[in-house]
């Protein structure tokens, strides 16, 4: 029931025989019996968020990462979630004011890395200055060390560098205004040397993301080569985030053993490492759930009207994939079989979720539960467009 609309299938250059059976089957997302209850028995749409899971999940990533690790909280930083992961991560890495006001309160106590392009003045004193300060800081600019200089406050600073590393197969590469060239970094050193209040501990390099665990070691091997020749003595380095999710299989997890072990043998015994993964944590503990509103032909093609719509999961159009989804069925009406597009109820053509996904049968009135909504779902999308209401939110908890 579930659909992945295989690669080169959407050309619609294909001879006979009839398209459905063209299509390669689709691939089942795993639905906790627990998620379908709530979709079945919830108001929709809504947001189904499992909290155990997201516990199991973040437990093994814990168990197989020998380095620390820090959740990345835009990724989602829903108040449960982060409580839910505070026992299995180092800290959490806030990107503005606003996520380190909420930070400080959804989980008090919690260690703070504060990164992040354009941090103004404000942000710079209450990362400082405010309870508790930041754990770490990390620089972004030559201009922007000079202003956390001035408030001469203890402050402990990474400096982010924009390595030129090679990175193949990055779904979303992070060049341009993050970090800096590592000539800048030499500006830094001049003034840091003038500055006895800022601590120097080391360097922070967030270059890719959408990557899997060998590219991703990589990545790390070159940023730790060039940090090595850079920087004597005991140091931190931070790797980012960017562990790779694929909305294309399900199913399929980043390998996170592989990547701690290749981390584990990278590694130098006077260095501290540290990730910062934000969409591998928590993509998995989100569904999306909305039922059917209208199923008609257009153009000789299936439209489900799903109820809802992209300004409350975005994460489809702006990573022009199709969301993964399972279907509950639920309703009476008028039954769809073979390429269905999931659309919205917004009045725009973007509004898509997912577009000629054969399914076995879809009727007006069913549920749809879109998975991997867990990360840069709700959060990123445009809430206010056309004034529909908001969904509810639910916590498998326990
Ligand atoms: C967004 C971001 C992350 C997390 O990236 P994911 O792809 O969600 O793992 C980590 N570090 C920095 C600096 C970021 O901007």
Known sequence: MTGRPPEGER?????????????????????????????????????????????????AVRAATP??????????????????LGPYVD????????????VRTALPGARLAFGGPGKTDEELASATGGRPPVDRLHVESPHELRRLAALRRETDVLLRVNLPVAISGAALRM??????????LGVCLDLLERTPWLRLRGLHA?????????????????????????????????????????????GARFDWAAYGAGLESLRYPDETLR?????ALTAYCGWYVTDVLDLKRSHGEWYAVLRGGTHHLRTPVTKGHDQPFTVLPAG???????????????????????????????????????????????????????????????????
């Open 91 to 102: 800290g959490v890495e806030v990107s503005s004011g606003g996520e380190l006001a909420h």
């Open 11 to 59: 050309k619609p250059a294909l001879p006979t025989p009839p398209p459905e059976m063209e299509r390669e089957p689709a691939v089942s997302a795993p639905l906790p019996e627990t998620v379908r209850e709530r979709a079945l028995s919830t108001r929709l749409p809504a947001y189904v968020y499992d909290l155990n899971g997201l516990r199991a999940h973040a437990a």
């Open 332 to 398: 009476g009406g008028p039954v769809a079989s073979g390429p269905v597009t999931l659309v919205g109820q917004l009045c725009t053509p973007k509004d898509v979720f997912a577009r000629q996904v054969p399914v076995d049968r879809l009727a007006i009135g069913d549920v749809v539960a879109f998975s991997l909504a867990g990360a840069y779902a709700w959060n990123i999308s445009h809430h206010d467009f056309l004034m529909h209401p908001k969904p509810g939110f639910g916590y498998i908890d326990c």
């Open 67 to 84: 380095v620390e690790v820090f959740y990345a909280a835009k990724a989602n930083p829903d108040p449960r979630l982060l409580a839910a």
């Open 175 to 184: 060049s341009g205004p993050f970090g800096m060239d590592p000539e800048a």
């Open 206 to 250: 967030h270059l890719a993301s959408g990557l899997a665990a060998e590219p991703l070691l990589q990545v790390a091997a070159q940023v730790l080569g060039w940090a090595r020749t850079w920087m004597d003595g005991p140091k931190e380095i931070n790797l980012g985030g960017g562990m790779a999710v694929d909305y294309r299989d399900p």
């Open 275 to 279: 990730i910062e993964p934000g969409r």
